[in-house]
């Protein structure tokens, strides 16, 4: 079956399916010779310019938002987006917040688009970029570069660092994508776009397109109305390594007692969720997620048994992780952060890796380009049923405590906090964790099904939550997202709660004001760690300035988190919500005190010898 992309009508269904073999990873394609249109051009219907032709390609591949700030090098391509109409532009506050919300936007609808402006956009865009290429996410990232006279002309552009070379963005984003475009004549650029576009989509990586800032208005006659559909076929299994591997794992998992399996955070990106499913009710074993994972693991499953951490994990997950005698784990990520430290009692023989196109079996074979999803649907047809593991997890589990219930008027905790979060989800919400204490009292939720959740725990950068947000509930409009911001974060990106009340978002942010970088305390404290105290209210207020569906309050005990609660979910529930919880600097879950000083010893760990 084939996945095709071309310029249809903006009304046709979007596709972005499985798409084919990978093109080479770091591919650059540049053009420098352009000092002059072709005449070709001439000869082309007055609407088939390239600026409607990404427009139309962002449209067919599932995007119907792009987030955008305007720069001069960009403004023309902009008035060709905007006058797509399967397409909406989302103006943002800054670029970094547009990245933000392109990923966010990516992890929901499957790829997600941003337009900034030559070299101060991109720079100033390229953090946001870097943490979508760790979290596996197609962003397709269009600057507006400079005009096509001004390649090899020796001239020094405004925008740049004063040099008459013009390489230097492409070399910060060549190694944050895996395919940068450099589009200065249009006889290749209906080629070097589709190229990269495709590229985004087989790889799960952003690419990086630059258009020069006189070329979108321009018809050429390869961006006719009706060119030649460009296919791409599906990735595909090597047939026999697949057999291989599964004969593999087979006989090694079913010669275990006690195996279990855990799912990891590449899970979306080799879209091998259902595989994932089917091999857990076929095999009967005990389910667990890594915590960069959850949410991909869906936690009604009969088997499921927490998130595997280590030791700030699920209680008694990891404890019947630790102690089987064989686990499969499918798309992990390994890291000091997720390994608490590297702390894990995991043993490589006792392991079946099974990534995106590749599966190691112990310390023996590796198999490769065998699919994730296939590899895990075969092997449900080969293994023999074994509840061993979730039988042992049945017999020790003890049902976790409550908070002990606040007297009246007692100081909220955050514990109270997020047990009454517990009660807001349901299956058309959405949660969203910015990175410090939220990573571990989130991880403690127990998601309904079809409740979102996304966090970003591979590059883990402050402030990722408020963009994010802004991209995940543009591109989910039928749920609400409730997102868990501490105050260090929101400070850093704080501009774009602007964008989600012009947008008309309904989202409830809980601003978690406990004075400063609380997850940065446990590993390492200091006088860096305070921060100013804002009046977080009084700035989404000022920001609101009266024009939009906005609420805000701030709550210090439990009685008035559950009157905020109440309206925010009846008399405003259709206007963006922002409590402000205030908590004790201290009060932070038992998991962040544990990872923070297990963290904080592999960080202070002495050099080796030489």
């Known amino acids: 079956m084939e996945t095709v992309l071309s310029a249809i009508d903006s009304s046709s269904k979007p596709s972005n399916g499985n798409l084919g073999c990978p093109a080479s990873s770091r591919a650059v394609s540049t053009v420098h010779d352009s000092s002059h249109v072709p005449s070709s ?70 790829v997600g688009a941003c337009v900034v402006t030559f070299t101060v ?55 944050v994508t895996c395919y940068q475009a450099i589009v200065n004549n249009l006889e290749d650029a209906h080629e070097q776009i589709d190229i990269a576009i495709s590229t985004a989509l087989k790889e799960s990586k952003p690419v990086y397109i630059s258009i020069s800032c006189n070329l979108p208005g321009i018809p050429h006659p390869t961006f006719s109305r009706e060119p030649i559909p460009f296919a791409l076929s599906p990735r595909l299994s090597n047939k026999f390594g697949l057999e291989a591997a599964v004969e593999a794992a ?68 990891g404890e019947i992780v630790e102690s089987a005698d064989a686990y499969l784990f499918a798309g992990p990520i390994f890291n000091d952060y997720s390994s608490v430290g590297y702390s894990l009692l995991l043993k490589k023989e006792k392991a079946v890796i099974v990534q995106p196109d590749r599966v190691v079996v112990g310390n023996g074979p590796a198999f490769g380009c065998v699919l994730m999803k296939d590899f895990l649907s075969e092997l449900a047809k080969k293994l023999k049923r074994n509840e061993t593991a979730y039988e042992n997890y049945k017999r020790i589990y003890v049902p976790e405590g409550v908070p002990v219930k606040s007297a009246p008027k007692e100081p909220l905790r955050v514990n109270v906090l997020f047990q009454h979060i517990q009660k807001m989800l349901n299956e058309k919400t959405a949660v969203i964790a910015e990175t410090g204490d939220s990573w571990f009292n989130c991880q403690k939720l127990k998601l309904p099904e079809d409740c979102g959740y996304e966090f970003q725990m591979q590059y883990g950068s402050i402030g990722w939550s408020v963009g994010a947000t802004l991209g995940y509930a543009q591109s989910v409009p039928d749920k609400r997202v409730i997102a868990c911001i501490g105050d260090g974060s929101f400070q850093v990106t704080a501009q ?26 446990e590993i390492h404290d200091g006088p860096y760690n305070v921060i100013k105290n804002w009046n977080y209210t009084g700035v989404v207020d000022a920001i609101c300035n009266g024009e939009g569906n906005c609420w805000t309050t701030k709550v210090y005990c439990e009685e008035e988190l559950i009157a905020a609660i109440e309206t925010a979910s009846g008399e405003k ?38």
């Open 250 to 317: 087979a006989a090694f998992l079913n010669k275990a007692v006690k195996p279990v399996m855990i799912g990891g955070p590449k899970l979306r990106s080799a879209k091998a969720g259902p595989a994932f499913v089917e091999l857990a009710d076929a095999s009967g074993y005990a389910v667990g997620v890594m915590p960069s994972a959850k949410g991909q693991v869906p936690e009604h499953h009969p088997h499921f048994v927490g998130t595997y951490w280590g030791a700030v994990g699920t209680p008694f997950c």
């Open 121 to 175: 956009g991109g720079l100033s865009l390229l953090n946001a970029v870097a943490g979508a290429y760790s979290e596996n996410l197609p962003v397709i990232c269009i600057v507006g570069g400079p005009n096509t006279n001004d390649y090899g002309t020796n001239r020094i552009l405004h925008h740049t660092i004063g040099l008459p070379d013009f390489s230097q963005e492409l070399e910060c984003f060549r190694t």
């Open 496 to 521: 774009d709660v602007s964008t989600m009340i012009r947008c008309g978002q309904k989202t409830i942010i809980f601003l978690i004001n406990n004075g400063g970088y609380t997850i940065e305390v």
């Open 573 to 610: 529930k259709d206007s963006l919500c922002f409590i402000e919880v205030i908590v004790h600097k201290d009060d932070t879950s038992k998991e962040l005190l544990e990872w923070g000083s297990r963290v904080s010893s592999a960080n202070s760990r002495p050099p080796n010898p030489q």
């Open 41 to 110: 051009a001439v000869a082309a219907a007055p609407e088939a310019t390239l600026g409607r032709h990404v427009a139309r390609r962002l449209v067919q591949i599932g995007v119907s938002d792009v987030f955008t700030v305007p720069g001069d090098f960009n403004l023309t391509l902009l008035d060709h987006l905007i006058a797509e109409p399967g397409l909406n532009n989302v103006g943002c506050c800054n670029e970094l917040n547009a990245g933000y919300a392109a990923d966010g936007y990516a992890r929901a609808r499957g």
